[in-house]
C-alpha cells in the first residue's frame, strides 16, 4: 500500500514541474514500476520442495523421490511453476535407480520434467487455513508436453503457503517404457505422482539440502 501512496506523492510532483507532455510519460513509468513492485513482494517460492512416485510391481514396487524441486507461485497472477532434475531421483534400490536412469527415464536425453501453468480456487492467501484448488497447465516429462488438470490444496500457515496434490501419470503418454522381463510387465502403466512443498516469500531465499 505504501508504493501506491508514494506514486501518487511523485506524480503530484511531476504535475507541478512539468508540461503536459511529459507529465503522462513519467506517469506510466512510476505506475508500471509499482505494479513491478507489487507482483514481485507475492511471489512465494522453494527449492526443496518434495516430489516422490510410486508403481506397484509383482517382484519390487517402484518407489523414488526428489526432495529438491524447484517451486514457485506468483500469488497475484496464479502463475505456478514446477521445476524437477531427474536425476535428483532417489530409489529404494540402487540397481532399480540406475536401470530406470539409463534404460526408462533416460536422464541423459531428457534431465528435466516441468509443469507450468496457473492455480485456481477460492483461495485468501491472507487468511490461514486450507483452500482446495486446481492447476492447469503444460506438464513435460521425458521430452513430451501434455496439458493436464490436477486437484490439490493449498494451506495458508504463518506467512507460508504449503502446497499439496497427487495424480496418477501414465507412462505411454509420455513415451516411457514398461520395464518387462520374458513379455510380462513389471510396473502398472500408471505411476503415482505426489507433490509436496512449503513456499516462502522470494525474498526470503530458499536453501538446498
Known amino acids: 500500500m505504501w508504493r501506491i501512496f508514494l506514486t501518487a506523492y511523485f506524480l503530484r510532483i511531476i504535475g507541478t514541474k512539468y508540461d503536459n507532455m511529459k507529465a503522462p510519460i513519467i506517469m506510466i513509468l512510476f505506475i508500471t514500476l509499482t505494479i513491478t513492485g507489487i507482483n514481485a513482494q507475492n511471489i512465494f517460492s522453494t527449492g526443496i520442495g518434495h516430489v516422490s512416485f510410486y508403481s506397484k510391481a509383482p517382484i519390487s514396487d517402484v518407489d523414488a523421490v526428489n526432495d529438491k524441486v524447484n517451486v514457485e507461485l506468483n500469488t497475484s497472477t496464479q502463475e505456478f511453476s514446477c521445476d524437477i532434475a531427474m536425476k535428483e531421483f532417489k530409489f529404494k534400490s ?5 536401470d530406470a536412469r539409463k534404460k526408462y527415464i533416460e536422464i541423459d536425453a531428457y534431465p528435466n520434467a516441468s509443469f507450468k501453468g496457473k492455480i485456481t480456487g477460492k483461495i485468501d492467501y491472507e487468511k490461514p487455513g486450507s483452500y482446495p484448488a486446481t492447476s ?3 506438464l513435460t ?3 513430451v508436453e501434455k496439458q493436464v488438470s490436477e486437484n490439490g490444496t493449498v494451506i495458508v500457515q504463518d506467512g507460508k503457503l ?8 501414465r507412462l505411454k503418454d509420455y513415451n516411457i517404457n514398461t520395464p518387462k522381463i520374458l513379455g510380462q510387465k513389471m510396473t502398472q502403466d500408471d505411476v503415482l505422482v505426489k507433490i509436496n512443498a512449503t513456499l516462502t516469500k522470494q525474498d526470503k531465499k530458499p536453501t538446498r539440502k
Open 136 to 138: 492447469t497447465g503444460k
Open 141 to 143: 516429462i521425458h521430452g
Open 94 to 98: 540402487g540397481k532399480m535407480g540406475r
Open 162 to 169: 504449503r502446497l499439496e496434490s497427487q495424480f496418477n501419470v
